[in-house]
């Protein structure tokens, strides 16, 4: 089956999405962006290319009808067994490395002998692991980064109190390896960890009585060869992607296309990102008329809000749901990144509410992108909302007050896939590229609407 | 009477009238003075001078607009500015697309800085159907050169705001008008006279609401209002105490939060002169009210010894001299020099200015605002420290 | 890449020229030359050279500097200094190269002025400049005073207000400081040699009409006026130069050739731009590259007014000296008010034919920068043409973000493409 996808090399996160050649997404994969852009690349577009499996799988399951009725909780508690695998894997690398490194500092003399606990921290991060991904669990992030990080950052912490050992030293030992291990592709294939992750699943019961109907399913599923006929990548480190220049799109095209695929009648569209955040006017044929990008202060971008939660010692998803909770918004002038954890201070030992100020917060950060839609020439209708910020609610909560303010009703448009709208659109484009012309029509799972 | 039984009261009552209208960006009593007087021009001014006489006498009401402070949220403003300019035009284009000047009939931009006269022409743009005046202030002080063309100007604005307003002043109203402003500025005079010799009786917060109020008042009014208040801080029964004496400047166009100027005192400083709204006060001096009256506004302008960074010095000597004068009459002990951020004129003046002070051997201190700073803490923290060593010294 | 630069001999003319000033300023005080210190936008040129006064630009010094990686060091002595990282960077490097021993861009000491002639035109930041430059050398300073056209169109008051101090302030100033007496047909003779090359350079700007463009009108318009706007406005050199190059770009024409950028000639030209807004010193290689990689020409731009709008009509008159000095100085594009400066823009865009137009706004100047964003939507809508917009800085190396920079122009170029291929499918 000949595939086309698009990349989408973002600041924080590398998105990628995969079309058949009717414009139907296959599949979606997401990473974190590293240093080596490549493999971040790679990383999204295997992801992507798993995901199309699964979704191909779940195809096939649903052509059984004994099957069908079970597939929804079959498929999910596949795809968590088959995170898990991957978890396991990397673990693994990252563990031998972790070991090796602390093995090195001993012999070069170091005054804590880490070896020893930088073993026992593996070991416990092994038999954990299963209950990071067990049903029910609250996963902290997708990547794998995030997940090992805070999990290897609390037990050395507790080892390090119990064995009066030196903290900042295991984490070190932990930060010189992450990168190397994210920086390489694992040596597993997709079929290895997909047969482990069948056997897990399998034991649990939920299918017993239909191997071998499964096993069926699954063999035609591996039968279809996934052919990536064109891929086009875009995104913040679009220049650096290992890409024929012919073959790279702006992010400003992509995400204008993106979104007029999923929204047909979007007519502007606000995508803020990591790194930056843009305001963007579309034709009725997706094609951008106009836009405007926010100026080298990166005040009001994604990355400010990550910057908001480390200094509230909060995940990146807890904020939104948090502001949410505010009853009184505080009034925020500046939203300075140099400034903002002295003034978050300064207002909280003031007496004001976490929940008040970082709904103050989320309103000032859309103000600004209220005057960057300003600038690009304003809200049309209809109107999206995309990229990475767009899945946080008090962020949508202040933008759409603020429209409603400044140019009454509008149809807000915000899929849960919005962050991946640029990579969409640089799959569309890579469509294009292979049958000039092609209107693509896109069946996704929609989103949401509200007028 | 009244006041001397209760001068709290009756002070407090008066500087909370002049917050309100300070905080009222809809410029309600502007809208009601229209109201009351139908036909009438209303004309606004931006920092940092205008001859407002000129719009009195052609019957019409002068309103001084220097931003909107921290209230407004900003979002066309920041539309039409990037982020390296200046806060004041981003409010004062909010207040002007959002309606809240739509009961001023006409704008004056003074030759203030690069992004005032810019503003004019936004406006241009933005208003097509307002009047719209740039007023190009000689910086040549020669009567026979800069008068005459200042002269021109005067005349200029003046014809097209009679033809606006549809009266056709006498010198007798433009005489009124002079002795109207006049009178305004001697009290004004008198007020910064008081608070330089008993800064204890007349504490800045409420000096700078009163004295701002007057952008919003008729001059009468405002004159009435700072004459009462003259006579109620007078009667007040406050002990100085051992605070530092300080002059600040550097906010002659946006103005700072006034939580910025309560900050101040309350780290321990008297402010014993500003150059807050220098539209108000400029000429330090009264013009003439017997002969030519555009002839006198001409002379005011060019003869006063003004000191503001979009003023040329014609000389080394003469750059800071009337500050350090100002200091020594005062008694100041120290200057504050507060800018705005991004503010080219003050921020480019100010190595001259901290140079002339150096060579007076004035102590100092700087820092940057803008008209919606939040953070005060870390203001507090240097004015304190400041006002703290002033001290030191001074008992050393 | 440094080394194997492509350069038009019109190019290696002017950088004769340029070199050969600069020792003579640093020679000026042997020769007995007096120096002015003065401003680009309303240069009095003609009336120093007729008193035999060298002239000096600071913020030529300081563009030069800036394209050869010196500014940054400058910038930083003087916030060192006292200087506030918000205000403009020509400023800072200026005081920054004479707080570091006054060598100018060339390597060779700069003489100290024994007149600043502060010709105030269309930029506030001269007068405190100056002041600050005053403060420093402690010499002779003449202010000139040229109003805004605030009402779009030269008054007479303001002209006889211009003509009255260039007679009473400016000359006796310059007398004074040269030690020589004005000689009214010099001056005429200086200014007969300025209207010739204005009409060449006229001509030279107004080729980009030709498709192809025989010249990059930004990236090759700032070598182009470099002589009428500095030092040799009224010399027999910079008529000589204007012959050159209208000589090697009537032969481009004939050709059918585009301009020459650094890496050769450029082919392919996808994109007819106008341009707003002073260009980048310090990556200005890099940054024309952008364009030239794109198949982005710039047909028209502003910046090449900002020492006079010879293409509106404006010459030196000899037969009324000091009135057409004065017009002059009062019609710069730095002098014009926002209303002007759209209708040019906008015009430019239609006689040039451009596909589109784009704002490079400093964060120096104020002057420029303040209402880009008001105007980009003024121009967008009379022209009908999506503008873009983009953020640098003059002379500090911190404020250029390549990547920045090329992210905006790449999707601007790819927005175009698409609305043209859209437009030709429907």
Not at chain 1, 284 to 311: P, W
Request: hydrophobic fraction near 40%; glycine fraction near 8%; aromatic fraction near 8%.
């Amino acid at each position: 089956m000949k595939c086309y996808t698009g990349i989408d090399l973002g600041s924080t996160t590398t998105k990628a999405v995969v079309l058949d050649a009717d414009g139907h997404v296959l599949g979606r994969g997401i990473t974190n962006s590293r240093s080596n852009y490549d493999v971040a690349c790679d990383v999204a577009r295997a992801e992507a290319l798993t995901d199309a499996r699964f979704n191909l799988f779940g195809h096939e399951l649903g052509d059984s009808p004994r099957l069908a009725e079970r597939r929804d909780d079959f498929l999910a508690l596949l795809r968590r067994n088959f995170r898990l695998e991957q978890y396991l894997v990397q673990l693994g690398h990252l563990g031998e490395r972790c070991v090796m490194l602390a093995e090195r500092m001993e012999m070069e003399g170091a005054r804590m002998r880490p070896v020893d606990a930088v073993k026992k921290i593996f070991e416990d991060m092994h038999t954990e692991a299963a209950n990071l991904f067990a049903p029910g669990a609250k996963l902290r992030s997708d990547f794998f980064r995030d997940l090992a990080g805070s999990r290897y950052a609390a037990l050395a912490k507790y080892l390090a109190r119990q064995k009066n050992l030196d903290f900042e030293a295991l984490i070190g030992v932990y930060d010189k390896s992450i990168i190397p291990v994210e920086n390489t592709i694992g040596g597993s294939s997709f079929q290895t960890m997909l047969d482990a992750a069948v056997r897990r699943t399998l034991s649990d019961g939920l299918v017993s009585g239909m191997e071998s109907e499964l096993e069926h399913a699954l063999s035609r599923t591996l039968a279809t060869n996934l052919i990536e006929a064109v891929s086009v990548g875009t995104g913040y480190g679009r220049a650096r992607l290992p890409f024929p220049k012919e073959r790279i799109r702006s992010e400003i095209l992509c995400h204008g296309l993106g979104a007029h695929a999923t929204f047909p009648d979007t007519r502007t569209v606000l995508d803020i990102g990591g790194q930056d955040t843009k305001a963007i006017q579309v034709d009725e044929h997706g094609v951008v008329t106009s836009f405007q990008m926010n100026d080298r202060c990166a005040a009001g971008c994604g990355r400010y809000l990550g910057y908001i939660a480390e200094e509230m010692n909060l995940g990146l998803h807890e904020l939104g749901p948090m502001a949410m909770q505010s009853k009184r918004t505080v009034r925020i002038n500046s939203t300075c990144t140099v400034f903002a954890g002295a003034e978050l201070r300064d207002r909280l030992s003031s007496g004001q509410r976490r929940e008040d100020i970082l709904d103050g917060l989320h309103r000032a950060i859309m103000l600004r992108a209220m005057s960057l839609l300003a600038r690009s020439g304003g809200v049309a209708n209809e109107f999206s909302f995309t990229g990475g910020v767009a899945k946080n609610p008090a962020a949508v909560r202040a933008l759409r007050g603020l429209v409603q303010e400044s140019y009454g009703d509008r149809t807000i448009n915000i899929s849960p896939e919005s962050i991946y709208m640029g990579a969409l659109g640089a799959a569309i484009f890579a469509l294009r590229e292979h049958t000039p012309g092609k209107e693509v029509l896109l069946t996704t799972s929609g989103g949401t609407q509200w007028s | 009477m009244e006041s001397r039984l209760t001068p709290p009261t009756a002070i407090g009552a008066l500087t909370a009238r002049c917050e309100e209208l300070i905080a009222d960006l809809d410029l309600g009593n502007v809208r009601a003075w229209r109201a009351a007087h139908p036909g009438r021009v209303v004309i606004g001014y931006l920092p940092i001078y205008a001859p407002r006489e000129l719009v009195h006498a052609a019957g019409g009401l002068a309103v001084g607009i220097v931003g909107a402070g921290e209230e407004l949220e900003i979002v066309r403003g920041d539309a039409c500015f990037q982020s390296y300019i200046c806060h004041l035009p981003r409010s004062v284009i909010e207040l002007g697309l959002s309606g809240k000047l739509d009961s001023l009939d006409g704008m004056i931009f003074p030759s203030t800085c690069d992004v005032i006269r810019n503003l004019s022409g936004i406006w241009s743009l933005s208003f097509p159907k307002k009047w719209v005046r740039y007023l190009d202030l000689p910086q040549n002080f020669d009567a026979s050169m800069g008068g005459v063309f200042y002269r021109g100007m005067l005349e200029g604005m003046l014809r097209e705001l009679c033809e606006l307003s549809g009266v056709d002043p006498k010198q007798a109203d433009l005489r009124g008008a002079i002795r109207a402003f006049n009178a305004n500025r001697r009290a004004l005079r008198e007020l910064y006279a008081l608070r330089a010799t008993e800064p204890w009786l007349t504490p800045t917060s409420e000096v700078y609401v009163l004295v701002r109020a007057g952008l919003l008042l008729p001059v009468e009014e405002h004159t009435a209002m700072i004459e009462r208040y003259l006579g109620l801080a007078k009667a007040r029964e406050a002990r100085p105490v051992d605070n530092a004496r300080v002059a600040l400047r550097g906010a002659f166009c946006e103005q700072p939060p006034i939580e910025l100027v309560k900050t101040l005192e309350r780290a321990g400083c008297y402010v014993v002169d500003d150059d807050f709204l220098p539209m108000l006060r400029w000429p330090e001096r009264d013009v003439d009210e017997s002969g030519d009256p555009l002839d006198a506004l001409v002379a005011a302008w060019l003869d006063t010894p003004l000191e503001a960074p979009s003023r040329y010095t014609r000389c080394n000597a003469e750059k800071g001299q009337v500050l350090i004068d100002t200091v020594r009459s005062t008694r100041a002990e120290g200057v504050i020099f507060a800018a705005p951020s991004f503010c080219d004129p003050a921020l480019l003046d100010r190595p001259l200015l901290l140079g002339a002070l150096d060579r007076a051997k004035i102590v100092h201190t700087s820092f940057k605002y803008a008209e919606n700073t939040g953070q005060m803490q870390p203001i507090r923290e240097q004015a304190g420290t400041f006002a703290d060593s002033i001290k030191l010294w001074g008992e050393a | 890449m440094t080394n194997s630069v492509v350069k038009e001999p019109s190019m290696l003319l002017q950088k004769d020229m340029i070199s050969g000033h600069y020792s003579k300023l640093a020679r000026a005080e042997e020769t007995g030359n007096t120096v002015a210190y003065t401003f680009v936008p309303g240069n009095l040129t003609e009336l120093m050279l007729a008193f035999d006064m060298l002239p000096v630009h600071p913020e030529i010094n300081a563009l030069q500097n800036g394209m050869r990686k010196l500014s940054g060091e400058y910038i930083a002595e003087a916030e060192r200094a006292g200087h506030s990282e918000d205000v403009c960077t020509y400023v800072k490097c200026d005081i920054g190269m004479s707080l570091k021993g006054n060598i100018g861009p060339t390597g060779e000491k700069m003489p100290p002025p024994n007149l600043l002639l502060l010709s105030y035109t269309g930029c506030f930041t001269f007068m405190k400049w100056f002041e600050l430059l005053r403060e420093r050398y402690d010499c002779a300073t003449t202010m000139l005073h040229v109003p805004y056209q605030a009402e779009g169109h030269i008054t007479k008051d303001a002209r006889d207000y211009v003509v009255k101090q260039l007679r009473e302030v400016t000359i006796p100033a310059l007398e004074k400081a040269s030690g020589k007496r004005y000689d009214e047909d010099r001056l005429r003779e200086y200014l007969a040699r300025s209207a010739k090359a204005e009409d060449d350079l006229v001509w030279v700007l107004e080729s980009a009409k030709h498709t192809p463009s025989p010249i990059d009108a930004y990236f090759g318009g700032v070598y182009y006026i470099g002589p009428l706007f500095t030092a040799f406005r009224g010399t027999e050199a910079a008529v000589e130069y204007y012959q050159a190059l209208r000589k090697e770009v009537q032969s481009r024409i004939e050709n059918g050739e585009g301009p020459l950028t650094p890496e050769g000639q450029m082919r392919d030209q996808r994109f007819r731009l106008v341009v707003e807004g002073p260009p980048n010193w310090t990556h200005f290689r890099e940054f024309w590259k952008m364009f030239y990689d794109e198949g982005a020409v710039v047909v028209a731009s502003s910046y090449t007014k900002v020492g006079g709008l010879y293409d509106r009509g404006f010459r030196h008159d000899p037969d009324r000296p000091l009135e057409s000095l004065a017009e002059y100085c009062l019609g710069c594009y730095t002098n014009l008010n926002l209303p002007s400066r759209v209708d040019l823009l906008v015009d430019y865009v239609n006689d040039y034919q451009a596909d589109g137009f784009l704002v490079n706004s400093v964060k120096s100047c104020d002057s420029f920068s303040s209402g880009q964003l008001v105007m980009l939507r003024e121009i967008e809508k009379r022209t009908g043409l999506p503008g873009a917009f983009i953020e640098t800085d003059l002379v500090d190396p911190r404020y250029f973000s390549a990547a920045n920079v090329r992210n905006r122009l790449e999707s601007y170029f790819q927005m175009l493409s698409q609305k043209r291929a859209t437009a030709v499918t429907s």
